[in-house]
């Protein structure tokens, strides 16, 4: 079992920055690919980027790349999503995931989900 806990949403002007913090529970933290993903109003969930567990690949979402940036550190059970120059059009519940595969973009894959965070992007 893995337990997903987001934090670091929030409140910002377009062309600001945020940093999103997922903290997991559990000693297999590490063997799992970490996913971000959004729901905005109306909309459905789209991913966003994925690492991978052990060598830490990293997968976007075209409209994020060169923006955001996801890490993770296995010794703190944390991974993180750093967003810059934000947009209006980026606002939306942000979710972290984890599976068991090496990487994967379709959210039905994903075993385990937090609570989401929200992020609103004043324009």
């Known amino acids: 079992q893995v337990q997903l806990v987001e934090s670091g949403g929030g409140l910002v002007q377009n062309g600001g920055s945020l940093r999103l913090s997922c903290a997991a529970s559990?000693?297999?933290?590490?063997?799992?690919?970490m996913g971000w993903f959004r729901q905005a109003a109306g909309k459905e969930r789209e991913f966003v980027a994925a690492?991978?567990?052990?060598?830490?690949?990293?997968y976007y979402v075209d409209s994020v790349k060169g923006r955001f940036t996801i890490s993770r550190d296995n010794a703190k059970n944390t991974v993180y999503l750093q967003m810059n120059s934000l947009k209006p059009e980026d606002t939306a519940v942000y979710y972290c995931?984890?599976?068991?595969?090496?990487?994967?973009?379709?959210?039905?894959?994903?075993?385990?989900w937090g609570q989401g965070t929200q992020v609103t992007v004043s324009s």
């Open positions: 995931a984890a599976t068991s595969l090496y990487y994967e973009t379709r959210w039905e894959e994903y075993d385990y």
């Open positions: 559990g000693r297999t933290f590490s063997r799992y690919a």
């Open positions: 690492i991978t567990w052990r060598i830490g690949n990293t």
